[in-house]
C-alpha cells in the first residue's frame, strides 16, 4: 500500500473499512470480546493479616481520617474528606467535620491532617530482569514509590507467585503480566504465523489467563501484525507493541495503529511515520546487534524528521491525528532511557550506594554483551541528539494528549541505570516535560492506565473502588517528589529551617496498608547484603577515596 505523504487521516475511513472487510474473512472481527477475570471486590475480610512490620491489613474498618483527596480522573484535589475502606473497597467517602460527633470510627484510623490520598499508580510495563535480583526487592522498590500494580515482562518469573499476590500471602503489587504471541499454548512456529489460526490462538491465550500481549516478534510481517492484533482484541485481551528498529519499513507507529496494536510503547516507530521515504537514512556500516550503532540512530532519526519543516509539521500533524483517530494508547517510557542524554547524571543518581542492587549495577556496567549496556563510546554529541530527541518526542506527546489521545504510564526500567521504583516518579517528571498539566500527568498512571487494562474499578479514588490508594505527605500535583520515599526539601517559613517531607507514607493495595519507611529499610538491607565484599569498578574507580598512607615507623 502506497503511503500517503499528507492527510493521513483523510483516508483513514477508507483504510479501515479495508483492514475490517479483510479481518471479517478471516472471522476476527464479529466476535464479541470476553469477559476478562478482573479484580475482585472483598468488602468482607476474612481475617486481617500481619506481615511483620511492613504491612497489616485488610481490615473491616479502615478510616482515613480529614484527607485531601486527588480523584486520578484529571481532577483537582477536593476535601478534606473521610474514608471508609471496608476490606479492599472504598465503601464510604464523607466531608470531614471535625465537630461532627458521629464521625467514622474503625478498626484502624489514619489521621490525614494535611495528608493528601490519591490512587494507586499502574506501572503497565517493566522487568524483574534476572534470578539474581530479587522480587522482593523489586516489589518492595515499586510499592513504596506509590505503583500498585505492574506489568512485569518477565512472564516466567511471576508464574508461582500470580496467586500468592492475589490471595495477599505475598506483599506485592497487582501482576498484569506482558506475554509474546502464542504464549501459554503449545502452537507450532509455522501455525503461529499462520493468520487463519490468529483467532484460535488469541482465544485459547485469554482463557489461559493472558490479557497484555506484545506483538514484537511480528513487526516484520504486516500481514499477521495484523491478524493478531485483532484476534486478541476480539477474544478480549490488549495488545502492545515495542517497535522494532529493523522492521520499521514494514510496521512503524502508524502501521502498528491502523493494524489495530493496542498501544506503543517507547519513542520507536513514530519519527519514521513522518519521513518522506519508507527507511531513514542509516549509515553504511550500520549493524542492528551493535547497540551502539542502534541506539545512535535510533535518536537521530528524529533529527531527520525534525530539522526538515515539511517533515516535522506531518509529524506533530498528519500523524498525531491518525495515531489518535485510530484510537492507540501511547506509552512512552521516558525514565529508562535518560541515561543516553547525561550519562554521569545517570551513574552518579545519589540513591545508587544504598538502594540499586549490586545485581542491577553490574547489568548496567557498560559491556557489549549486555542489552542496554551500551555506554562506552558514548560521545557528547551522541547525548546532544538524546536531548533533541527528548524535546521533540515531548512535543509529539503534548499534541496527541491535546488532541484526545490516551497517554499510559509505564517505566520499562530496570534497565541503562534507571532504578526501578525511583524511576515511577521520574517518569512523571519527564512526561510533565512535554507540557501536560501535572493532573493529567497523574491521570496517565492512574485512571488511564487502568482504563487501557480494561479494569473499571482501579485508578481512582471513587466509592465503590478498590482500595489502592496512596497516603502522601504533601500534594503530588503540586511537586512529584513528594512521592520518593524520602520526600522533597521544603523550607519552614517560620523559623526558614530546611526539612524532608515524608514521601508516601502508607501504600495501600487490596485494602493491606504498607508502612513505607519499613519497606525502604528491607530493600536497604537486601542492598547492603548485595554489595558485601564488592571492588570498585570502572564508573566507580575514579570517584572512591584511597585509604591514607600511614607514615613509616608509625606503630599503632
Known amino acids: 500500500m502506497q503511503r500517503t505523504q499528507s492527510g493521513f487521516p483523510l483516508g483513514a475511513p477508507i483504510l479501515a473499512t479495508l483492514l475490517g472487510v479483510f479481518l471479517s474473512t478471516m472471522g476476527l472481527a464479529t466476535p464479541a470480546r470476553a469477559q476478562l477475570e478482573r479484580v475482585a471486590l472483598k468488602p468482607s475480610p476474612s481475617e486481617t493479616r500481619s506481615y511483620g512490620e511492613l504491612a497489616e491489613g485488610p481490615y473491616e474498618r ?80 515499586q510499592l513504596a514509590t506509590g505503583v500498585t500494580s505492574i506489568g512485569p515482562a518477565e512472564e516466567g518469573r511471576v508464574q508461582d507467585i500470580l496467586e500468592a499476590e492475589r490471595n495477599n500471602d505475598i506483599l506485592a503489587p497487582r501482576q498484569f503480566p506482558i506475554y509474546g504471541w502464542g504464549s501459554k499454548t503449545d502452537y507450532s512456529e509455522e501455525e503461529l504465523m499462520n493468520p487463519e489460526m490468529a483467532p484460535q490462538i488469541a482465544r485459547e491465550m485469554i482463557a489461559n489467563g493472558v490479557r497484555q500481549v506484545y ?173 533533541y530527541m527528548y524535546d521533540l518526542w515531548g512535543d509529539l506527546i503534548y499534541e496527541f494528549n491535546k488532541r484526545g489521545g490516551r497517554v499510559a504510564y509505564g517505566t520499562d526500567d530496570n534497565y541503562q541505570w534507571s532504578t526501578g521504583g525511583f524511576g515511577n516518579i521520574r517518569e512523571l517528571q519527564l512526561v510533565l516535560e512535554s507540557g501536560m498539566h501535572p493532573l493529567e500527568v497523574l491521570r496517565s498512571a492512574t485512571y488511564n492506565s487502568a482504563e487501557f487494562l480494561m479494569e473499571p474499578k482501579l485508578g481512582m479514588v471513587q466509592k465503590g473502588y478498590i482500595a489502592d490508594l496512596l497516603v502522601v505527605d504533601g500534594s503530588p500535583a503540586e511537586n512529584f517528589r513528594y512521592l520518593y520515599p524520602f520526600g522533597a526539601i521544603n523550607m519552614d517559613p517560620e523559623t526558614r529551617e530546611m526539612y524532608r517531607t515524608r514521601g508516601i507514607i502508607h501504600t495501600i493495595k487490596d485494602g493491606v496498608v504498607m508502612e513505607n519507611d519499613k519497606l525502604m529499610e528491607e530493600v536497604a538491607r537486601i542492598v547492603a547484603e548485595s554489595k558485601e565484599g564488592v571492588e570498585p569498578d570502572i564508573v566507580t574507580k575514579p570517584f572512591v577515596v584511597a585509604p591514607p598512607v600511614r607514615p613509616i615507623g608509625d606503630g599503632r
Open 215 to 387: 506483538l514484537n516478534s511480528l513487526c516484520w510481517n504486516p500481514t499477521m501484525f495484523g491478524a493478531a492484533a485483532q484476534a486478541i482484541e476480539a477474544a478480549g485481551g490488549v495488545t502492545g507493541v515495542h517497535i522494532q528498529p529493523g522492521s520499521t519499513s514494514q510496521v512503524n507507529a502508524l502501521d502498528a495503529a491502523r493494524l489495530g496494536v493496542s498501544m506503543i510503547v517507547h519513542h520507536y516507530g513514530y519519527a519514521e511515520s513522518a519521513l518522506n521515504r519508507q527507511v531513514q537514512n542509516y549509515p553504511v556500516d550500520y549493524n542492528f546487534w551493535d547497540e551502539n550503532h542502534r541506539f545512535r540512530e535510533a535518536a537521530q532519526v528524529w533529527i531527520e524528521a525534525g530539522e526538515n519543516p515539511e517533515t516535522r509539521q506531518r509529524l506533530l500533524n498528519d500523524v498525531v491525528d491518525s495515531l489518535v483517530y485510530y484510537g492507540v494508547t501511547m506509552q512512552p517510557n521516558r525514565a529508562t532511557y535518560e541515561a543516553n542524554r547525561d550519562i554521569i547524571r545517570a551513574q552518579g543518581l545519589p540513591w545508587h550506594e544504598k538502594y540499586t542492587h549490586q545485581a542491577l549495577w553490574d547489568w548496567h556496567l557498560p559491556n557489549p554483551d549486555n542489552h542496554a549496556s551500551f555506554q562506552y563510546n558514548w560521545t557528547s554529541l551522541d547525548e546532544y541528539r538524546w536531548h
Open 62 to 141: 479502615l478510616v482515613l481520617r480529614n484527607v485531601m483527596v486527588i480523584p486520578g480522573h484529571g481532577g483537582p484535589a477536593v476535601g478534606p474528606y473521610d474514608i471508609l475502606v471496608t476490606g479492599n473497597v472504598i465503601a464510604e467517602m464523607r466531608r470531614h467535620d471535625r465537630n461532627d460527633p458521629e464521625r467514622m470510627q474503625g478498626d484502624r484510623i489514619i489521621q490525614g491532617d494535611n495528608l493528601y490520598v490519591m490512587p494507586g499508580m499502574l506501572n503497565l510495563h517493566l522487568h524483574l530482569r534476572e534470578e539474581a535480583l530479587p522480587l522482593d526487592y523489586v516489589f518492595y522498590m
